[in-house]
């Protein structure tokens, strides 16, 4: 059974790892998951299916990794721990940016029901334009760490994503550094194109 004030916070919350791509979220995400074991407190890490980069695992680039249960929508959560026979105290989702907009709802839902719900994701997507589903994880959580990462063209912290190796409108393209790198306002190039505000 968990300590009953494990992290020193109540029971029932929302904590969000934002940022952009190369910003260590997955890695913070893991760093707080392995420390559940210091307080018997016990997890669920969900993965989307989305995301083929590394099945099975949330996995960090510096390696590290945990095994994850993929699923294809935000619903299947409910689903899954309903269907658990242990006691669960965490549920923790990585890559969040890529589940539906229910995502929100069924976070808050199991907030509501005394679970710490530990999301992970792209807060913006290469066109520096927030991805809905984290935007309502954001604005109803307890607690939101935004992450940086480094700009690939002048070393400055960096906030934003850009999408360098592909030609393609769509929001969701699944890649790594072969497609994206980090970019500080000032580099990243559709920051310098957006128009002043009529």
Do not use: W
């Not at 969900?46 to 680039?61: E, L, M, N, Q, V």
């Not at 935007?135 to 960096?158: P, Q």
């Amino acid at each position: 059974m968990a300590k009953i004030n494990f992290f020193g916070v109540s029971r029932g919350r929302i904590e969000v790892i934002c940022g952009p791509m190369f910003s260590g979220k997955t890695e913070e995400l893991i760093h707080r998951l392995n420390r559940l074991d210091y307080c018997d407190a016990h997890y669920l890490l969900f993965t989307p299916k989305i995301d083929t980069r590394s099945p099975r695992y949330a996995t960090s680039r510096n390696g590290k990794k945990l095994s994850s249960i993929i699923i294809s929508n935000s619903n299947e959560i409910l689903k899954y721990i309903k269907n658990k026979k242990e006691k669960i105290d965490v549920i923790a989702i990585d890559e969040a940016q890529f589940f539906d907009k229910n995502l929100s709802r069924v976070c808050n839902y199991l907030a509501n029901k005394k679970y710490i719900v530990i999301a992970s994701g792209l807060d913006m997507d290469f066109n520096g334009k927030p991805f809905s589903t984290m935007k309502e994880l954001i604005i109803t959580a307890e607690k939101v760490t935004k992450l940086k990462a480094i700009c690939s063209i002048c070393g400055a912290e960096a906030s934003f994503t850009e999408r360098t190796n592909i030609n393609s409108k769509k929001q969701i393209v699944i890649g790594d550094k072969k497609i994206y790198s980090a970019r500080c306002r000032q580099c990243h190039s559709l920051s310098k194109k957006m128009d002043f505000p009529k």
